[in-house]
C-alpha cells in the first residue's frame, strides 16, 4: 500500500517536472524567436522598410485583434477557454492612458536599439532595467534600497560600461542603439510602476489592461508614424507583396501578445525568482545563439562583460528574494 502511494506521489513529481520544463522551453522559444523576428523586420539595408514605429503599431493592433478572438471563443467554448468580456470604454481608456504613454516609449525604444546593435549585445544594451527599477521606486514610490542591492546594482553598471567599451574596441559600438537600450530600460521599469498603479482600473485583470493598453498605442502611435516620417516610407516601401514579409510580421504581433501570458504561466507554475533566473539565463542563452547564427567572434572582456551583468543581475534577484522573506517573516511574528 505504501508502495503504491509512493509511485502515485512519484508520478505526479515527475509530471510536475515536466510541465516546468515546458512551460519554461516554451517562454525561451518564444522569448527569443521574437527577438530575432524583430531584428529581422528593422532595416539593416535598402531592401528593408525602415518605419520601426510601424513595426510596433503593426504588434500592438495584433494584439488587439487576437484579444477580440479570444473574447469570442471564450464565449463559445466557456469550459475550453478563460477570457474576460470585451467592450471598449472610453473613460478606462483615459485611466489607463499614463501606462500606455511609457509602453509605446518602450517599445519603441525598444525596438530602435534593436536596430541599431546586435542581437549579441542587445542583452547588455538593455541591461540597466534593474538599476533604474531601484531609482525609479525611490523617485517615485520612495522606497529605498538596501546596500546589497545598491552593490548588485553597481555590479550590472559594470558590466553595461565594459561591454560598451569592448563594443567600442571593435569598432562596432553604436551611440544611437546604446542610447536607445539605456532609454528603454528606464521605460520598462516606469511600465512595471505604472502597470501596479493602472490594474485597479480594469479589476485588476492582466488581459484587459493588455487590450486597453494596446487599444491606446494603435491609436497614439499613428500620429508618431506621420510625425516619423514613417508615412512617405510605407508609401514607397515595394515589399508588401511578399509573403515572407507579413508571415514575419504577423508572427512577431503573435508572439508578442504570447510572450505575456507564458511569462505569466512561467510565474505561475514555478515562481517569481524562478522566472526572473529563467529569463537571465535565457539571455545567456540568446547571446551565445547570436554569436553563432551572425558569424560573430567576441574578445574574452567582452564575454567577460555578459557574464558580469548575468551575474549582478541573478544576485539582485536573490537578494531582493533574501529581503522579502524577512518582511514576511517579520509581519508574521508581529501578527
Known amino acids: 500500500m505504501k508502495s503504491l502511494h509512493q509511485d502515485e506521489a512519484n508520478d505526479s513529481l515527475m509530471k510536475q517536472y515536466v510541465r516546468i520544463f515546458l512551460v519554461v522551453s516554451v517562454y525561451w522559444f518564444i522569448s527569443i524567436t521574437l527577438v530575432f523576428v524583430n531584428k529581422s523586420l528593422l532595416p539593416t539595408d535598402k531592401s528593408t522598410l525602415d518605419a520601426p514605429l510601424f513595426v510596433t503599431w503593426f504588434q500592438c493592433l495584433v494584439t488587439v485583434l487576437v484579444c477580440y478572438l479570444l473574447s469570442i471563443l471564450a464565449r463559445l467554448f466557456p469550459k475550453a477557454i478563460s477570457f474576460p468580456e470585451l467592450s471598449l470604454n472610453t473613460e478606462t481608456l483615459k485611466k489607463v492612458l499614463p501606462l500606455s504613454l511609457v509602453f509605446i516609449s518602450m517599445i519603441t525604444f525598444n525596438n530602435l536599439c534593436l536596430k541599431y546593435v546586435g542581437v549579441s549585445f542587445y542583452y547588455v544594451g538593455r ?70 498603479k493602472v490594474m485597479p482600473h480594469v479589476n485588476d485583470n492582466i488581459w484587459l489592461l493588455t487590450f486597453y493598453n494596446n487599444v491606446n498605442a494603435s491609436l497614439l502611435f499613428l500620429p508618431l508614424m ?36 507564458v511569462t505569466g504561466l512561467q510565474i505561475k507554475v514555478t515562481s517569481p525568482l524562478t522566472h526572473n533566473i529563467s529569463g537571465t539565463a535565457k539571455a545567456c542563452a540568446q547571446t551565445v545563439i547570436a554569436t553563432y547564427w551572425y558569424s560573430e567572434v567576441k574578445s574574452g572582456l567582452w564575454w567577460l562583460s555578459n557574464l558580469i551583468v548575468l551575474g549582478g543581475s541573478a544576485a539582485y534577484t536573490r537578494v531582493r528574494q533574501i529581503e522579502m522573506k524577512k518582511v514576511n517573516t517579520y509581519q508574521d511574528v508581529k501578527a
Open 127 to 196: 541591461s540597466l532595467t534593474t538599476v533604474f527599477n531601484v531609482l525609479m521606486t525611490y523617485i517615485i514610490l520612495k522606497t529605498k534600497t538596501s546596500t546589497g542591492a545598491f552593490v548588485c546594482c553597481a555590479v550590472i553598471v559594470s558590466g553595461f560600461w565594459l561591454g560598451v567599451d569592448q563594443e567600442g574596441s571593435t569598432g562596432s559600438l553604436s551611440v544611437f542603439g546604446t542610447f536607445f537600450g539605456v532609454m528603454a530600460s528606464l521605460f520598462v521599469s516606469l511600465n512595471a510602476i505604472y502597470t501596479k
Open 226 to 261: 506621420a510625425i516619423a516620417g514613417e508615412i512617405g516610407a510605407i508609401r514607397d516601401f515595394d515589399g508588401f507583396s511578399d509573403g515572407v514579409y507579413w508571415t514575419k510580421m504577423i508572427l512577431g504581433g503573435v508572439f508578442g501578445f504570447a510572450i505575456g501570458y
